[in-house]
């Protein structure tokens, strides 16, 4: 088992910035992948951003350029620093570990919202 605990979420006037950060506990050492991903209203979940153990990276295309994912070992946190926020990038956040043994896990879910 993997429990996930997120904070960093609120609200940001559009061009500003957020870190999000989820931190993980239990079964650390079966953790293969840590990511993000976002849902919106009225649309599906989607993959924002995801690191696996050799901190090799891939992100959506609407958020490269302006997210960066990293990820401390030692602290078996995932963070998603998030720049130039648009109102598109209103969602929210999930934190998603993927495990050696094919399992997902989820965090509550962190609302950002971009908005004047």
């Known amino acids: 088992q993997v429990q996930l605990v997120e904070s960093g979420g609120g609200l940001v006037q559009p061009g500003g910035s957020l870190r999000l950060s989820c931190a993980a506990s239990?079964?650390?050492?079966?953790?293969?992948?840590m990511g993000w991903y976002r849902q919106a209203p009225g649309k599906q979940r989607e993959l924002v951003a995801r690191?696996?153990?050799?901190?090799?990276?891939n992100y959506a295309d609407s958020v490269k350029g302006r997210f960066t994912i990293s990820r401390d070992n030692a602290k078996n946190t995932v963070y998603l620093q998030m720049n130039s926020l648009k109102p598109e990038d209103t969602a929210v956040y999930y934190c998603?570990?993927?495990?050696?043994?094919?399992?997902?896990?989820w965090g509550q879910g962190t609302q950002v919202t971009v908005s004047s």
């Open positions: 998603n570990v993927l495990t050696v043994l094919t399992v997902t896990y």
């Open positions: 239990g079964s650390i050492s079966s953790i293969l992948h």
């Open positions: 690191i696996n153990r050799s901190s090799f990276t």
